[in-house]
């Protein structure tokens, strides 16, 4: 005798509102004359998550252009990585400026 089961699969719809843009943020790092360039790519592949060759691109940007994104998040993800990226810099003794700027 086979035993049978009743499955019933029950679908649940999630809309969201349309025309709601979640504002993004960047997080922006200032070029200094004391912080390494070594470093800031430690930083940028350790913390925000890039490759080699585009932590050097960005890093070289900063240094040439004074400043650069070095990512864009939702404002909450933002100023943590800005809070964390500082908290590295300064124990390792370094005054890198990093900020959040709304795009």
């Known amino acids: 005798m086979t035993q049978q089961t009743d499955t019933q699969t029950v679908e649940k719809t999630i809309t969201k509102p349309a025309n709601i843009d ?3 943020y960047a997080v ?4 200094d004359d004391y912080t390494p360039m070594e470093f ?3 930083l940028l592949i350790s ?3 890039h490759t080699v060759e585009s932590a050097k691109k960005i890093t070289m940007k900063i240094h ?3 400043k650069a994104v070095v990512g864009e998040y939702y ?5 943590q990585k800005t ?3 500082i908290t590295f810099a300064r124990a390792n003794g370094h005054p890198l ?3 959040v700027e709304k795009i």
């Open 22 to 24: 979640i504002p993004r």
């Open 64 to 66: 040439e252009e004074d």
């Open 40 to 42: 800031v790519i430690e």
């Open 97 to 99: 400026q990093v900020e």
């Open 83 to 85: 809070a964390e990226a």
């Open 28 to 31: 922006v790092f200032h070029n």
């Open 47 to 49: 913390l925000f998550s």
């Open 75 to 79: 404002y909450e993800v933002a100023e």
